[in-house]
């Protein structure tokens, strides 16, 4: 009986951590050849795959949504800016109603103000980090820290991880964002188009842990 007993035990043991390696697993959000598990709300926009890449055109802003909600997490992806105006975002733990996408953003940002790796409250409650105005001690405490970070013409990995009330965000592996907020424990990831008619937005490499 007690060889029984200690058999079940080290079954349930391999078990759990044969669990735990799978949910601990990266799985790739774009296969590199298909949108699937990606959806559209908006009755604008278009995305497709080009070498491996996601393409978004639009003449107005939008986002492209997974279909699947996440809690906490560790998301990757890589995002390339068009030239001339821009500005764009990987949504995360958002919401999403037909023309409306809302809530946690790692910001792109192309512009001076350099905010890029920033989080943003797209559709609520605007900046949560660094706090306007541009040049307010945060900002410009937020540009010192983050400086050279962003490539601005070329590709930028972005990473996210989300867990609990505690929010990071890296760009090209520099530690930008490090924010408590309690708002949101689930939700959506998107990429976003900012709308400048004829401009595309490139995407690829997307992929999470969940945790």
């Known amino acids: 009986m007690k060889k ?3 058999i079940l035990i080290f079954v349930s ?3 759990g951590a044969s669990s735990h390696t ?3 697993a990266w799985v790739d959000l774009f296969d590199g050849k298909t ?7 908006y009755d604008r926009g278009e995305a497709e795959v080009v070498e491996g890449e996601i393409h978004l055109t639009s003449d107005d802003k ?9 809690s906490d997490f560790i998301l990757e992806g890589e995002v390339k800016l068009p030239e001339g105006k821009s500005n764009s975002g990987f949504m995360f733990r958002c919401h999403v109603k037909p023309n409306k996408v809302w809530g946690y953003q790692a910001e792109v940002d192309a512009s001076d103000r350099a905010w890029s790796g920033g989080l943003f409250d797209e559709a609520r409650r605007a900046w949560l980090n660094p706090q306007k105005p541009n040049d307010s001690p945060s900002g410009n405490a937020f540009r010192e820290k983050t400086k050279d970070s962003f490539k601005r013409y070329d590709w930028n990995k972005y990473r996210i991880q989300a867990e609990g009330d505690r929010l990071r965000i ?3 592996d520099v530690l930008c964002t490090d924010y408590i907020d309690d708002m949101d424990a689930k939700g959506y990831i ?5 709308g400048e008619d004829g401009q595309v937005y490139k995407f ?7 945790l």
């Open 35 to 41: 949108l699937t598990g990606w959806v559209n709300p």
């Open 13 to 15: 043991i391999l078990v």
């Open 170 to 172: 890296w760009v090209n």
């Open 4 to 6: 029984i007993t200690l």
């Open 190 to 194: 998107g990429i976003q188009h900012h």
């Open 204 to 210: 690829r490499n997307i992929r999470i842990k969940e």
């Open 62 to 70: 939008f986002f492209l949504i997974t279909e699947k909600a996440y």
């Open 22 to 24: 799978k949910a601990q």
